[in-house]
């Protein structure tokens, strides 16, 4: 496959990125893995990440990436503002703290 005409990337309709481009793909004819005679060739917009194709057809292409896009009104369902939380009960101890008892006090 090469790179053929506008090499603008377009938006691709499967993954939607803007990764879709014109390329011109060969079918060859193969001795031994050798290419050796093209058989048929074709012209296709394909998208580098997903490897999504189709064939150039008169009148359609890919859209171009911002092209119409509008900015909606903010959605109310929005986080509520950051608030500083209060620290755990036990935050002032700082590690394991075992409890173990006293050397005064000796199991009976």
Known sequence: MKPEGDQT???CPRCNNAST????SRQWFELCFVPLIP????????????HWSVPL???WEP??????????PQSPWQAP?????SP??????H??????PAASQKPT
């Open 95 to 100: 590690g394991y703290q075992p409890g173990y």
């Open 9 to 11: 990337p377009r938006l």
């Open 88 to 93: 755990p009960p036990n935050a002032a101890q």
């Open 81 to 85: 503002p950051y608030t500083q939380m």
């Open 21 to 24: 481009i014109r390329m011109k």
């Open 63 to 72: 859209a171009l990436p911002g092209y119409g896009f509008q900015p909606g």
């Open 39 to 50: 058989m048929r060739s074709e012209h296709i917009w394909i998208c580098t990440i997903c």
């Open 57 to 59: 057809q008169q009148g």
